[in-house]
């Protein structure tokens, strides 16, 4: 789901520490141990991996059993899922919902937004709903992957004409003090308007980073308004001013302050 660029910087960096990436495999049988061994097709062939455990993600769904919703009219969707209108109101008008059930990108602090909203329009009949936009996420791995707002691929399934830029952190002087430049920045915007449509970023400490890029997203600034706004010098967050100066500027005749 994430980049291109990002996901083949992350793959490389994995395989670097010695992390074997097989992808578009499938999965024939399983076998007990020890060792455990998965089968699996891969590329025409098959590959067998030997391990003391065996993880296996298959998703998460909500756990509603038990709790005879039916009975109470309370409609689930296609996928098991309760039926919510934009203030968090089930098809039963006195029953509200907040948290993973909800089906809203399945983030603590999206879970605790939703339980104040949840609140409030029940006991208050607020009559709130809550704005997902600039929502950030963060992939804690060694390096981080953060990111908020739309990718490439889908801004311009939105339809925009998308412009972007990608700095690699071998410009970014937080990395190289660190003596670590695996990773990148990049930059989706909107060509016509100059309208920053997502950022998204691979750094240690990106995860702290990404927060400049929600302000851009979630208040509509556009790359030059981040090319133009401070950044405190040897900090990983330099590295979003420095991609949207990229797309005046070659980043390479750029000086160390990002200036």
Not at 6 to 34: H, N
Not at 79 to 91: C, Q, Y
Not at 163 to 181: G, I, Q, S
Request: proline share 4%; charged share 20%; net charge negative.
């Amino acid at each position: 789901m994430e980049e291109p660029e990002i996901s083949e910087e992350m793959t490389r960096i994995l395989r670097d520490d010695g992390t074997q990436v097989v992808t578009s495999a499938e999965v024939t049988r399983v076998e007990g141990g020890p060792p455990k061994r998965v089968i699996a097709r891969a590329g025409g062939s098959e590959i067998t991996f030997e391990a003391a455990e065996i993880l296996v993600a298959t998703g998460r769904r909500p756990v509603l059993d038990g709790l005879e919703l039916a009975d109470a009219a309370v409609e689930l969707n296609d996928r098991g899922g309760l039926v919510l209108d934009e203030t968090l109101r089930t098809t039963n008008p006195n029953i509200f919902a907040a948290g993973d059930v909800t089906g809203a990108p399945q983030f603590v602090y999206v879970a605790a937004a939703q339980g104040t909203i949840a609140a409030q329009n029940a006991i208050a009949d607020a009559n709130q709903t809550l704005d997902y936009t600039g929502l950030p996420r963060v992939t804690f791995t060694t390096p981080n992957i953060a990111a908020v707002g739309l990718t490439d691929e889908q801004a311009q399934e939105a339809g925009y004409e998308c412009e972007c830029r990608v700095v690699e952190l071998r410009h970014v002087p937080r990395a190289r003090v660190n003596l670590d430049t695996r990773g990148l920045f990049k930059i989706v915007a909107d060509r016509r308007t100059g309208k920053v449509l997502g950022v998204h970023a691979l750094a240690d400490d990106a995860g702290d980073a990404i927060l400049a890029g929600v302000y851009a997203v979630k208040f509509g600034l556009t790359v030059s308004d981040l090319a133009g706004t401070w950044a405190p010098y040897l900090t990983m967050s330099e590295g979003i001013k420095l991609t949207a100066q990229s797309f005046m500027t070659g980043v390479e005749m750029l000086s160390c302050c990002a200036a």
